[in-house]
Structure formats: C-alpha cells, structure tokens
C-alpha cells in the first residue's frame, strides 16, 4: 500500500508539472536562506559555548547610578580582582585580563600582534587547549597560538625557543612554553599570544590603584553559589574601597540600586558578553539576531503557505478521485495519508534542493556578508539543525497534506464524485494566506527602505570635522610617536599637496590596524560630577581636522608640550555653564586635589568624535605631554589627487620608519567601519526582501493559474454575453489586487512601529516618511498585478467555444 501510494505522489506530482515545480522551487529557495540566516544566528549564539565551565564563568562590572544617569563600565582596577576573590564568598578562582598591542620578533620575522596579560588562573577557567608544550604560564615564558607559530617558526617545534616582544618601549625575551590552538572564530576574547599580568607595563605603579580603571576581571563561582548573593555583598565592598567616590555621588544626588547602593557591582554570565551592554568585549545585538531569526521563519512561513494553497487548490481538482476512494471503501486516514505522503515527497525534494543551493552558496554568502569564511556546511550537522529540519519536514507535511484531506473526507461522497467541493463562497482561509503572505513583504519592503535611507543618513550626515581629506596612520607600539611625528613633519612639510600634521591618542573610528578607543575622566567642581572624554593631541589637532573654534585660540608652539592648556567642545561648556562657568575661556581648575592647574584655551563647536549611535559627550582636548604616546598621526592632504597625496605620505613614512607596516587609511574609511554590521544587515534585508517578493509572486502566479483554471466555463460565458478582454482580464486581476491592498493596510502600521523601535537605538537617525509607505504599497501592487496579470491576459483571450465545449 505504502509502494502505491508513493507511485501516485510521483504520477499525480509528474501531471501538474508546474505546480509542482512552484512548489518545490519555491520552498528549495526559502530553505536555503532560512538555513543561511539561522546558521548566522547560531553561530552569534553559540559565543564562548565551547568553554568547559561557562556555567560558572562571569565578568564582573561596574554600574554607577548618577542622579542623571547610568554609567556601566566592564574596566576594573589590578587589586579589585584579587580583593574579589579574597572577600566575596563564592568565588573559586579569578583571573584579570589586559589588552595590549605589541609586535613579536623571531629573527628577521617581526609582526604586530595582539597580546594579553592575564593571572596563572586565565587557563583553569578558560578551556584554550595546548597543541604543543603545556599551558603552564610562568613569569619568564610565553603562550602562543598555532598561528604565530607558523608564521614565525615556519613549521618547526617553537616550545622552548625564545621569542622577543615589545612590552611598553622596552624589548623583552620570553621563552615559548607551549603552543595554544587558534581561538574558534566563536570566542569573545581573542589573542595571538599571552603573558603573566606581572609583565603589564602599568603593572608594579597599578597594583596597588583603586582609582585606574583598565582591564577585564573574570570569576569563576563554586558550584552552587548564586549570583546574586554576591552582588549583594559587592555593595559593601564598593562602599569599602571606593568610599569617598560614593560620598561625592551621594551629596550630588545619586540614585541607588536593588540592593539600595549607589555602585554596583555585577556579574555578568559568560554566555551573556557577547550581547550585552555592560562588557567591552560586546560585539552583537539580541535584537538584531531575533529579526534576523524572524526573516527566516517568514520565508518558510510563506513558502509553506504557497505549498499549503496550491496543496489544497490542486486537491480539489482531484475531487472525484477522492469521491472514487471513499467509494470504494478508503477510510480518512487513508485519504490522509496518501495527501501528506505527497507533500512529503515534494518536501523531501525540496529539501534535497534547498540543501544543494546552500552548499554552493555559502562560500559567496560568506564573502558577500562577513568577508571570510565564517560558517560551514558542516554547522548543518549539528543536533539542533537536525532537529528543526525534521520537525519542519513533519509540520509542513502535514499541515500541507493533512488540510485538504481533511477537507475533501468530511464532504458528501456524492457531492465529491460530481467535483462538487465548497471551502466557502469566498475562500476566506485561501485569501487569509494571501494577505497574510503579502503582510510579510510588504513589512520587509517597509523595513528595507527605512534601513537604507538611515544607512544613507549615517554616511552622509557632516560629523563637524574633515572625513574625506585626512589620512589616518597608526604609530605602532615599537616606534616613538613623537619622533615619527618630527620626521613626517620635515619630509612632508615642502610638500605642495599635504597641508599639515598632527597627533593623537584617539582614532576616528575603525583603523586598519582594528583598534578602537576612548579615554574618560570624572572629577569634582562645586561639589558636583563632572564627565568628560579626555582626550591627548597635539599641535594643529584643530585646523587639521577642520574644527569649527567658537572661543578662545588652538594650541600653538609657545605653550609647550609641557602646557595644561585645554580645548574642550560645547558640551563639556554647556556642563560647566550649569555649574556657573558662564565663560570657560580662561576658565582655571584642578581635577585633582593634588594634580596640576589646568587652564581653558578654547572651545570648539561640537562634532561627532564616536559613532551615530551616542549623542556628542563632553570631550576635553589636552596637549600630548612627551611622557605620553602619540598613537595615531592624521595628515591633511589637499583634494583633487587624493591616491597620489596618499603614495606621497607612504613614502614619506618608510623612509621615516623604515621596515614599519604602514596601515594608513582615510578617516571616511574609518568611520564608515563603524556601520559594519548596519551594513551587513542592510544586505541580508535586501535578500530577504527580494526572496519573500519573489516567492509570494510565485505563489500568487500558481493561485492564479489554478483560480482560472476553475473559472474557465463562467470566462467563456462572459465573453459569448460581450465581455472585453480587457475588462475580464481586470475581473479576474482585481480580486487578487482587493487582497493585496488589504495587506498594505494591515502591514502599514506594523512595520511603522516595528521600525521606529529599532530607530531608537540610533542617537541620529531620520524621521520616517508617508510616502516610504506609498512606496512600499505601490511596488507590493505593482509586483502583483504583473504578475496575475499574465494569466489574467492569457485566460481573457481564449477561444470562448473551446472553453464551453469542454465543460
């Protein structure tokens, strides 16, 4: 019976040739990019799961709660690690973790790398593998990854052979004790070698310093402890250390917490970095994953609502077929069968299909979103996937087959012989499908333009300062900022097309060599907090980067570097206004009690010195004393030959550095870094878009056709009584553009709100315009009109004898 059964699906799938491969096109296409969008999905959930024990894993974190607002840092001070562990009951082992750039050499083979200080305890909790040697960390030896070492041991044993890294501005020997497997591409904190914390440059002068906020503080909880009991501790713990901080918040107002303190400090779990707010090493956003999980099952949803209607419109056609079988005996649960055993097979099919379209397209899926090779088919394998899959196989099988066999089993037998089957005068459950498919694309016609007129609004929207004209050259940690900074300047000085030079400790945005980075200060005037960014530059940071100066003067060469001149933007004058500095130009303080004074030389006009996501801070501007670094040098070139001003700067450096990587980049590059994901979400909601559309068009052409094909008698009738083409052609075409416009008006307010939500999240961002929705409901009508239309036309022209005869 089960043999015969699958004959018939094939024969009965093989007849309506058409159908079938709407059908199995269709739902092909939207697996493949469900599993395309669910793989991505995975994957940013999937962050730092392959660590042994991160169930008990946190990283602490700081929240201070200001009378105005909430401040969160992740940053923590060397002795609050250690403190932590001593005092707060719970906590089995801690280990810190500072960033730093350096550069290893091994013989003639230098390179920049990213290197980690942590505590001996970083690889207990951690699980980082050795692929050779031991994961032991001593304060003489170094860890690094498999990567490292072919790079710079080409393929022999580096463990016990000595490496040279650059550790403040002092060359350092340390031994390679083991070899660590590559970081999966999954894991939030990344590093090419480590280091005991010992080592840190900072580290003897901020042992000790509550006060200097710089690395990353992880614990791990015995089993059993709560969370939250030691965040309740943590407020006698803050109040302990950092008790003269609280009394100053206290006295301007601070709010307090759950656990009725003004800091808290927090534990945030491992699986939980990746998304939130609280620790730098955030790099996703839940509620992006979720729209992206949504698109996914939007796109099966419609496909299977296209297999569901041309299921249940092809069954009918089969009336007296199923009339026959219930004739001759066939129970319910036969006709059931029999109909779910086709869709089965035209599932089957398309899921064979679905999976073949995402095998060769998930190299280009992979280069076309993330620049490299992120995901792989392999990711398919896991239980998970497996498991969806199977419950999609089952759901639509039996949602698609199960319905019309439902349907056709509950009707008169006879009236089912003579092909005499009502779902209704008005098909209220084909036509709710339509809408609802139609609902979908218009949301995503809605949410695509709206998300590229604000993209186009990010990279258009002047930041107050040149973008276009200024290179950007990372210094580099083995070189001497300021003596770079002379050097470029005598080379490129007699140089028609540069204009000048400066310094900072700051970027803007993103550079080439991938490092991002604030610095901020609070201090106390009048008894109340101030916030300020704070800012190193140099001379002519001002005119240089095209600031607009509103008061006062730049810094100039009489100062010295040696100056505690100021320039800071309106905010940070709008904030000393508030506490009675009317004029700040001349203005003179201390942020220290003990700490030089400092003197106001200028304010400059406002600019966007972060992203679009954060409204302008305060920002402070001082003059980079010859202690501290420059890290970047910014060179102001003429326009009109940018690419010959930009080989005019590299030559300049390397013959400045010679040997030196010159990562220099334009500032719009940078800062246009800043949108990465913004932009990979503007592409996958094209896709989406464009696959809905054209699956949903598949779908209505397949409804049409069928429709038509019942309404072929009631056609030839109207043409014998005098009906135009054209007017029968806009009959049949009008009851599906009623549904479609029906769709407009539902979606409409939806993607309005839907979309003004995810706007919040931007500091800057656009007003959403009517005539986005005109727009939108236009092209939903125009898509299907062409595409109805070409059965309309078809059926409108037929010999009308031809119809009546057959009938």
């Not at 004959?7 to 058409?18: D, F, M, V, Y």
Request: net charge positive; with cysteine; proline share 3%.
């Amino acid at each position: 019976m089960f043999r015969n059964y699958l004959k018939i699906a094939w024969r009965n799938i093989w007849k309506a040739k058409q159908v079938s491969a709407v059908n199995i096109i269709g739902l092909a296409v939207a697996i493949a990019g469900a599993l395309l969008l669910c793989m991505t999905v995975y994957r940013e959930f999937s962050f730092n799961d392959f660590h042994e024990k991160k169930d008990f894993v946190y990283q602490a974190y700081r929240e201070e709660f200001h009378a105005e607002k909430t401040v969160s840092h992740s940053n923590m001070s060397y002795p609050m690690g250690p403190a932590m562990k001593e005092e707060l009951p719970g906590i089995k082992e801690m280990t810190r973790l500072a960033n730093s750039g350096s550069v290893m050499k091994v013989g003639e083979t230098s390179q920049s790398i990213g290197l980690r200080y942590v505590d001996s305890a970083f690889l207990n909790i951690f699980s980082f593998p050795a692929a050779r040697g031991n994961r032991v960390l001593d304060m003489n030896s170094a860890l690094i990854t498999e990567k490292m070492a072919d790079i710079f041991f080409k393929g022999q044993d580096p463990v016990g052979k000595t490496v040279l890294l650059r550790v403040g501005n002092a060359w350092k020997s340390y031994t390679v004790s083991g070899v660590l497997k590559n970081a999966p591409n999954n894991s939030s904190i990344r590093f090419d070698a480590l280091l005991r914390l010992e080592n840190h440059p900072s580290y003897l002068e901020d042992r000790e310093h509550w006060g200097n906020f710089s690395l990353e503080v992880f614990v791990q909880l015995n089993p059993g402890a709560n969370p939250e009991d030691i965040e309740r501790r943590g407020k006698a713990f803050m109040e302990k250390y950092y008790a003269e901080d609280i009394q100053r918040m206290k006295a301007a107002g601070a709010r307090k917490d759950k656990f009725g303190g003004v800091q808290h400090l927090g534990l945030l779990p491992l699986n939980e970095i990746h998304f939130s707010d609280y620790s730098n090493l955030q790099d996703a956003k839940k509620p992006i994953l979720y729209m992206l999980l949504f698109i996914a099952a939007f796109l099966l949803f419609i496909a299977s609502i296209n297999f569901l209607n041309l299921t249940l419109a092809r069954a009918f056609t089969r009336a007296k077929e199923v009339g026959m079988r219930k004739t001759l005996g066939a129970a319910r649960g036969q006709l059931v069968l029999q109909l779910c055993g086709e869709a089965l097979v035209l599932f089957l099919i398309s899921l064979v299909l679905g999976l073949a379209i995402t095998y060769f397209i998930l190299p280009y899926y992979n280069a076309a979103f993330f620049s490299k090779a992120v995901y792989a088919f392999s990711m398919l394998l896991q239980p998970k996937f497996l498991v969806g899959i199977l419950v999609a196989l089952l759901l639509i099988s039996l949602l698609a087959g199960g319905y019309p066999a439902w349907v056709l089993s509950r009707t008169h037998t006879l009236l089912v012989l003579k092909g005499k089957v009502s779902t209704g005068r008005t098909n209220y459950f084909r036509n709710s499908l339509i809408v609802t498919q139609f609902v979908f694309s218009c949301l995503l016609i809605c949410g695509t333009i709206i998300a590229w007129q604000q993209m186009s609004y990010l990279r258009n929207r002047p930041l107050g300062f040149n973008t276009h004209e200024v290179v950007s050259i990372p210094v580099g940690k083995d070189l001497d900022g300021h003596q770079l900074l002379a050097r470029l300047r005598a080379e490129l000085g007699q140089q028609q097309d540069i204009l000048s030079l400066t310094a900072s400790g700051n970027n803007f945005g993103r550079g080439l060599d991938g490092v991002q980075s604030t610095s901020f200060i609070n201090f106390q005037l009048f008894d109340k907090d101030v916030h300020s960014h704070w800012q190193a530059v140099d001379y002519d940071y001002v005119k240089t980067m095209d600031l607009q100066l509103i008061g006062g003067k730049d810094f100039d060469r009489s100062m010295g570097l040696d100056s505690f001149g100021l320039v800071i933007n309106e905010k940070m004058a709008k904030q000393l206004a508030a506490l009675g500095v009317k004029d700040p130009v001349g203005y003179r303080f201390r942020i220290d009690d003990d700490g030089p004074e400092h003197h106001i030389n200028g304010v400059v006009k406002d600019f966007n010195f972060k992203s679009l996501h954060e409204e302008i801070g305060p920002l402070t501007m001082h003059l980079n004393r010859p202690e501290e670094q420059p890290e970047y040098i910014f060179v102001k070139t003429k326009p009109g030959n940018l690419p010959a001003s930009m080989k005019t700067i590299e030559a300049a450096f390397r013959k400045a550095a010679p040997g030196q990587t010159f990562l220099a980049s334009f500032v719009n590059e940078n800062t246009e870094k800043q949108y990465k994901f913004e932009r990979t979400l503007m592409k996958i909601f094209i896709s989406g878009a464009v696959l809905t559309i054209i699956i949903s068009c598949m779908g209505l052409f397949a409804i049409a056709m069928l429709a038509i094909g019942r309404r072929t008698k009631e056609i030839g009738i109207r043409k014998v009584l005098g009906a135009s083409a054209a007017g029968i052609a806009g009959l049949i075409a009008t009851d599906f553009l009623k549904l479609v416009a029906l769709a407009i008006l539902i979606a409409t307010p939806v993607a309005w709100y839907i979309m003004s939500e995810w706007l919040k999240s931007y500091a800057y961002r656009i007003e959403i315009s009517w005539w986005v929705f005109v727009l939108a409901g236009l092209l939903a009508v125009l898509i299907a009109a062409v595409t109805v239309s070409f059965q309309s036309i078809r059926a409108a022209l037929m010999n009308p004898v031809k119809s009546l005869r057959s009938e």
